[in-house]
T-cell receptor, first 117, second 115 residues
Framework: DAMVIQNPRYQVTQFGKPVTLSCSQT?????MYWYQQKSSQAPKLLFHYYDKDFNNEADTPDNFQSRRPNTSFCFLDIRSPGLGDAAMYLC????????????????FGQGTRLTVV | DAKTTQPNSMESNEEEPVHLPCNHS???????IHWYRQLPSQGPEYVIHGLTSNVNNRMASLAIAEDRKSSTLILHRATLRDAAVYYC????????????????FGQGTILTVHP
């Protein structure tokens, strides 16, 4: 059974039209990550949540926002998608406890492939 | 983030062992060595990880050099379903660190398996 679920698998949006991608998890993991993966490139971290604490990577464009209303759900909002934002967007989760060695693995969803027309 | 170096691509024949190398000469004492793989059009999948000792699981084995500056992922009998991009990643295991255990992907090794 899928533990990290991303919907939809494929999303087509218009240039400049806001779009939201969703991720849900059944693992009760406290950390959630969003990655962007462009064609033939490695995944690139955009931001992550540690519980409710939001952490933005320094080079993540302002056009990308995120919301985490509860442990299970996390959303990626692209306010004004450009052609350069076409990519696979990956959600991942991990369990982590402060003060304890981080000897755990991440679980990834299948990704949402975003096309901008 | 400490970096890893992997060959761009490797090839193998089905049912033969595959040894995927990874160099990480700047590894720190708290870095775990993680391996993930990504099949076409899918999200990355965890394969194995280790700190100092060699590790085995149902998918693969991880051999870590004594000085920890390199490691090798071993697939004991490659199948066509093992064709994927394999990523070697150093992950900070420091419980008090601010990296939040994030995984920073390099370019990985494209493994092709021939029938």
């Amino acid at each position: 059974d899928a533990m990290v679920i991303q919907n939809p698998r494929y999303q087509v949006t218009q240039f400049g039209k806001p779009v939201t991608l969703s991720c849900s998890q059944t693992l009760n993991h406290n950390v959630m990550y969003w990655y962007q993966q462009k064609s033939s490139q490695a995944p690139k971290l955009l931001f992550h949540y540690y519980d409710k604490d939001f952490n933005n990577e320094a080079d993540t464009p302002d056009n990308f926002q995120s919301r985490r209303p509860n442990t299970s759900f996390c959303f990626l909002d692209i306010r004004s998608p450009g052609l350069g934002d076409a990519a696979m967007y990956l959600c991942a989760t991990m369990i982590m406890r402060r003060g304890r060695p981080m000897n755990t693995e991440a679980f990834f969803g299948q990704g949402t492939r975003l096309t901008v027309v | 983030d400490a970096k890893t170096t992997q060959p761009n691509s490797m090839e193998s024949n089905e049912e033969e062992p595959v040894h995927l190398p990874c160099n990480h000469s700047t590894i720190s004492g708290t870095d775990y060595i993680h391996w993930y793989r990504q099949l076409p059009s899918q999200g990355p999948e965890y394969v194995i990880h280790g700190l100092t000792s060699n590790v085995n699981n149902r998918m693969a084995s991880l051999a870590i050099a004594e000085d920890r500056k390199s490691s090798t992922l071993i697939l004991h009998r490659a199948t066509l379903r093992d064709a994927a991009v394999y990523y070697c990643i150093l992950r900070d295991g420091n419980a008090g660190g601010t990296s939040y255990g994030k995984l920073t992907f390099g370019q990985g090794t494209i493994l092709t398996v021939h029938p």
